[in-house]
């Protein structure tokens, strides 16, 4: 009964570079949720998908950055050609639909 | 205007004793759900307690308790008999139900230290 699973924990990319962060909600959850925490702050949203739909990017940056959760396998968030201000922790949540929300470890970005 | 403050960016305790994480919030949605997460130094989040709007009682969890105060938009987290393993970021999160968002908004947590 494993929980929501991300992967890598830990991502180092360069400057111009392409970023995936790959998130598995727990089994039976068909609700993903994207949050980004800059360092000493706060998590803010952005992005909430079900299977093979988009429902809320408005907290996605316009450019460079994209979410997807295909009918199989897991959601992904990609940052094209990053920057050093995309250095951050990436946490995936999965919720059932109830309101009740399971985080995973997340996925710790650098960019170098 | 924030939806979520925690004006405590920092909290000491000492072992053992009680320890009161203040949250306030901000929203016109009549339904609303009010979360605290612990992120302790190795980064995930846990979560500790939820309260709905319209609960009636505090919301309890083992040594973790949620003063909510609705007249005054306040969710405070207590924590009995605190512990050293408490020491951690904490996070007090809101989600609206009628407004159709689906997500949480977090506030910019408080860090608690726990003193032996």
């Known amino acids: 009964n494993a929980g929501v699973m991300q992967n890598p924990r830990h991502l180092v990319r360069r400057r111009g570079q392409e970023a995936r962060l790959r998130c598995s909600p727990m089994k039976g959850h068909s609700h993903v949720y994207w949050y980004r925490q800059l360092p000493e702050e706060g998590l803010k949203f952005m992005v909430y998908?079900?299977?093979?739909?988009?429902?809320?990017e408005s907290g996605m940056p316009k450019e460079r950055f994209s979410a997807e959760f295909p009918k199989e396998g897991p959601s992904i968030l990609r940052i094209q050609q990053v920057v050093r201000g995309d250095s951050a922790a990436y946490f995936c949540?999965?919720?059932?639909?109830?309101?009740?929300?399971?985080f995973g470890s997340g996925t710790r970005l650098t960019v170098v | 205007a924030q939806k979520i403050t925690q004006t405590q960016p920092g909290m000491f305790v000492q072992e053992k004793e009680a320890v009161t994480l203040d949250c306030t919030y901000d929203t016109s949605d009549p339904s609303y759900g009010l979360f605290w997460y612990k992120q302790p130094s190795s980064g995930e989040m846990i979560f500790l307690i939820y309260?709905?709007?319209?609960?009636?009682q505090n919301a309890t969890e083992g040594r973790y308790s949620l003063n909510f105060q609705k007249a005054r938009k306040s969710a405070n987290l207590v924590i009995s008999a605190s512990q050293l393993g408490d020491s951690a970021m904490y996070f007090c999160a809101m989600r609206e139900f009628q407004t159709g968002a689906n997500n949480l908004f977090f506030g910019t947590g408080t860090r608690l230290t726990v003193i032996p």
């Open positions: 309260q709905g709007s319209y609960d009636q």
């Open positions: 949540a999965s919720s059932g639909g109830a309101g009740s929300y399971t």
């Open positions: 998908l079900q299977k093979e739909n988009i429902i809320d």
